[in-house]
Every structure is written in structure tokens, then in C-alpha cells.
């Protein structure tokens, strides 16, 4: 009887032997296979380069369009500021110039020179070195 235990011992040894072996087998030759590791790693590569590219593209675009955004919407505001400094200057050749048509008391056209109309359109400089009118 204990023949027979340790025969059935030896043959569940070598059998587990067998069978550790070919699981091992199996392992190197599917899982572990050097090959496939890197066929699978340059697959990955590429698969993660290109979707590293579409959103750094992604991203490049949505900045692009924010910048654009901006830019429109500075442009627009710097048009409608000239546009209103234009208006108000207008205004003010027009005040200007109706003053200055104007006749005085005496009857005479407006007392006031060249001279003083450049300086009060800002043309001649102040003594401190300020364009009249600036302030």
C-alpha cells in the first residue's frame, strides 16, 4: 500500500511538472513572445501619438478661435471709439467754426485769430509742452 501512495505521488509530481511546463510554454509562447510585446507597443505608440495630435489640434483650435473672438470683438470696440472721437470732433469744428462766423457786437466777424484758433484746436503747445486741450 505505501508503494502505491508513493507511485501515486511520483505520478501527481511528474504530472504537475508536465503541466507547469506546458502552462509555461504556453506563457512564453503567447503572452510573454517578444514579438508580439513589441508589434503590441508600436501599435499602442502610434495609437496614443494620434490621439495626442487630435487634441493638441483640438486644443490649438478652440485657442485660435478665442484669440479670433477677442480680436473681433477689440476691433469692433476700437471702431466705434473712432467712430465716436470723429462725431465729437466734427462737432466741435462745426461749434468752431459757426463761432467764429458769428459778428461780434460791433458787427464785425469774430475777434478771434489764427493763432488762437490753432490753440484752441490744440495745435500750438502749452508752456509746460501739453497740446491745448489735452488735459
Known amino acids: 500500500m505505501q508503494a502505491l501512495v508513493i507511485a501515486g505521488a511520483l505520478a501527481a509530481a511528474v504530472a504537475g511538472g508536465a503541466m507547469t511546463s506546458g ?3 504556453a506563457y512564453d509562447t503567447f503572452i510573454d513572445d517578444p514579438a508580439i510585446v513589441a ?3 508600436s501599435r499602442l505608440t502610434a495609437e ?3 490621439e495626442t495630435a487630435r487634441i ?3 486644443e490649438q483650435l478652440r485657442q485660435f478661435k478665442i484669440g479670433e473672438r477677442a480680436f473681433e470683438q477689440f476691433y469692433q470696440a476700437k471702431q466705434e471709439d473712432e467712430a465716436w472721437e470723429a462725431a465729437a470732433r466734427n462737432l ?3 461749434e468752431l467754426a459757426s463761432y467764429a462766423a458769428q459778428p461780434d457786437d460791433a458787427g464785425q466777424p469774430c475777434g478771434l485769430t489764427q493763432r488762437d ?3 484752441l ?3 500750438i503747445l502749452q508752456p509746460d509742452g501739453v497740446a491745448a486741450g489735452s488735459k
Open 23 to 25: 502552462v509555461m510554454w
Open 39 to 41: 508589434a503590441e507597443r
Open 48 to 50: 496614443f501619438t494620434a
Open 56 to 58: 493638441v489640434a483640438a
Open 92 to 94: 466741435y469744428l462745426m
Open 117 to 119: 484758433l490753432d490753440y
Open 121 to 123: 484746436d490744440g495745435r
